[in-house]
């Protein structure tokens, strides 16, 4: 979005001068200061005296990132950059995103959460603890930037497919805003990433003394909800404007938030509808690669939590939008869990968003099973279990399936279903393959493969930057839907050929306009906008982005 002042987040009177410029990560220009500016900003003497063009820096931080020896440690070397200067970190990130979003993100965003408490440098966000119960509102107040309007919220019980990290999380807030500037132009003073901390039934940071969140029991029932709550109606007092997205709740609480305040406040879960779209924008390129029309897929999910039956819900609603009766497209998604195939005959209790897709058939315990018994046109892994996919269920796929979809969702990579190296492996080439962390290109019989990567990034940030241009009062599933077409048709023929279903990410700025193009049309189509519409639409969006480069301050 635009900065609150046509040069800055702060008008010319209010710029700080000195140490204190430098100390501000959203101003500083570090040696990129001009030699006016250091005379007339109290700089000269606080720099090195030679001044370097933002090419310049971006070439020394580039050799920088590339010295060290590990992805953990390129990791801390940009988040120290971001805490140092924003405007050069995004422009470095932008410039080789290919490169650069793996470690900023999946895959290294999980080590990064598990090492988080040692890697510890400076604060960024909020840390919001269940202790804080009835003075949540004052916390966020705490916050420096007075017009937050996009927010990232986690309780860290569900981080990526490594389990309850409590305070850890706080890296998949601060993760995914990066990604909301760097690939949807949200200028960073709008960013504010929160982990509420309630605690943490995971023993081993329970028993650490050097662990950083709060060293009780995860709470649960009546005082999580109240103080849920409680932060909810905070959020509509301190920040009436913005955008609040759940990230990495467990399944017990990501199906209740999102419903209980999806009509109260303009918010959406991005482990639920976010993957969905994407992995619905998969199946719809897929079809071009399969020559199958996409009511006729039969899904088998491994894996019935949030994202996979969110998959489902949006399948069953792009069917429907194509003439085909709700029931009939519920019977095309399949799904195994811990204890097995979701059927009726199982007779146990099953919680809402499980319960709209047990079918009847005959029960089985294994997927492996599963897959000989329902014979699926594509299988989709969101478990978090990875391995999972072994070479005999492959080589069955491509024994029913001329090309047999494989979906290995689960991220980080160490909890793949499977690689795409064996996923080509194991079906010939024949795969048409996306999974949820990176994987390199695969040759393989004189063919090199380009697998596709099913990231929410081609989502979510196009999804925040529409709400937010047209100022939305509300995020709904009809947004999503339409952000899947909207990203299905941002593949070409060039993509396809490759074995690649989804775009490549050097274009991400592109995709992440015209998604938030088709969202703010729905907005404005469902009286949800409450922005007057522009003739321009695109060119008024495209207006509104962040583009990383220096200012003249004087």
Known sequence: ??????????????????????????????????????????????????????????????????RKDSALERYIFLTTLQNRNETLFYRLLLDHIEEMMPIIYTPTVGEACLEYGSIFRQPRGLWIGIRDKGRVAEVLRNWPNHDARIIVVTDGERILGLGDLGALGMGIPIGKLALYTACAGIHPYYC???????????????NDPLYIGLQQKRARGAAYDEFIEEFMRAMGEVFPKALIQFEDFGNSNAFRLLHRYQDRAC?????????????????????????????????????????????GEYFVSALKAEGVAEA??????????????LVRERGDQLPEHKAAFAQDGKFVKTFAEAVEQIKPTAIIGVAGVG???????????????????IFALSNPTSKAECTAEEAYASTKGRAVFASGSPFAPVKYDGTTYVPGQGNNVYIFPGVGLGALACQA?????????????????????????????????????AISLQIAVS????????GLAHRQRPDDLAADIQSQVFNPVYQDYL
């Not at 900003?41 to 606080?46: A, E, K, N, S, V």
């Not at 719809?284 to 039956?309: D, I, W, Y």
């Not at 709904?476 to 048709?489: E, N, V």
Request: overall charge neutral; glycine content about 6%.
């Open 473 to 509: 009062s509300a995020v709904t599933d009809s947004m999503f839907l339409a952000a899947a077409r909207t990203l299905a048709a941002q593949v070409t023929d060039d993509d396809l050929a490759q074995g690649r279903i989804y775009p490549q990410l050097s274009s991400i700025r």
């Open 387 to 405: 391995k999972t996919f072994t070479t005999d269920i492959l080589e069955k796929m491509a024994a029913y399936n001329e090309r047999p979809i």
């Open 267 to 311: 918010c959406f879960n991005d482990d639920i509808q976010g993957t969905a779209a994407v992995a619905l924008a998969g199946l719809m390129s897929a079809a071009r690669l399969t020559k199958r029309p996409l009511r006729e897929e039969r899904l088998l999910f491994f894996g019935a939590g949030e994202a996979g039956t969110g998959i």
């Open 328 to 341: 009939d497209a519920r019977r095309r998604c399949w799904f195994v869990d811990s204890r097995g195939l």
């Open 1 to 66: 979005m635009n900065q609150p002042d046509s040069l800055h987040p702060f008008g010319r009177r209010d710029l700080p001068g000195g140490a204190a410029l430098l100390n501000n990560p959203l101003l500083n220009k570090l040696t990129a200061f001009s030699e006016h500016e250091r005379d007339n900003l109290r700089l000269r003497g606080l720099l090195p005296p030679r001044v370097f063009t933002m090419q310049e820096q971006e070439r020394r931080s580039l050799i920088q990132f590339h």
């Open 192 to 206: 504010l990433p929160i982990c509420l901390d309630v605690g943490t039934d995971n023993e081993k940071l329970l």
């Open 519 to 526: 969202v703010a049309e729905e907005a404005y189509h469902n």
